[in-house]
Structures are given as C-alpha cells and as structure tokens.
Nanobody
C-alpha cells in the first residue's frame, strides 16, 4: 500500500525551528520528486518547497527562501523540510506529495504527475 506520512510538526515560538519528515511506505522515494505544501486556515494550499529526483533540483517559495531547506535520506526513504526562523505566518498544516511523473523545476516549483500521493498532514503552529 502506497503511503506518505508526515511528522515533526508542533508548537514553536517565533524564531524557533522544526524539522518535518515525510516518510514513504509501499514504494521507494529515491527516484521521485517530492513537494512540500502548506495550508493555513481559510487559505488555499500553497507550494513551499520541492526536491527533484534525478538532478536533485530544489525550488523554494519566496516566503521561505533562506529559512527552509529540503533534503532527502534515501536509506530512510524520507524527505525532510528543515524550517528555521519560523514566523507566525508559517502556521499551517504541512503536507508532502509525490507521484512517479511529478517533477521539481528549479525556481518554479513542483509539478504534479497526475493523481499524486499525499500524506495526512502535520500541524505547525508558530506562536508566542
């Protein structure tokens, strides 16, 4: 069964850090592009970061560039989103997504491959 599971969310003060994990089961993430997305209350889901498969292209939203990084650990079948200097506006539910035909385009972001696989999301709350 193909599954993505996000973890690592929580409550953090402004300026703090969190590392989110997206772990796959039922398939290998190694050759897949991965996207991280977030959705705040009453807002549309937005792309945050993506990581390509072959050339490991990286794309980051302007709002997180310089604060967030994305990486993968093939041995653990996991992709990470390291979030530093968190701000209240980063508060959202964070999701990861992938698909065999998904791609990550540098400076442009994640492009869906079709009926993409999504995790259930992990809540990030930045508040003092």
């Amino acid at each position: 069964q193909v599954q993505l599971v996000e973890s690592g969310g929580g409550l953090v003060q402004p300026g703090g850090s969190l590392r989110l994990s997206c772990t796959a089961s039922g398939f290998s993430l190694n050759n897949y592009a991965i996207g991280w997305f977030r959705q705040a209350p009453e807002k549309e889901r937005e792309g945050v970061a993506c990581l390509g498969n072959v050339k490991q292209a990286v794309a980051l939203a302007d709002s997180v560039r310089g604060r967030f990084t994305i990486s993968r650990d093939n041995a653990k079948n996991t992709v990470y989103l390291q979030m530093n200097d968190l701000k209240p506006e980063d508060t959202a539910v964070y999701y990861c997504a992938t698909h065999p035909r998904a791609i990550c385009i540098r400076n442009h972001g994640y492009r869906r491959g079709g009926n993409d696989y999504w995790g259930q999301g992990t809540q990030v709350t930045v508040s003092s």
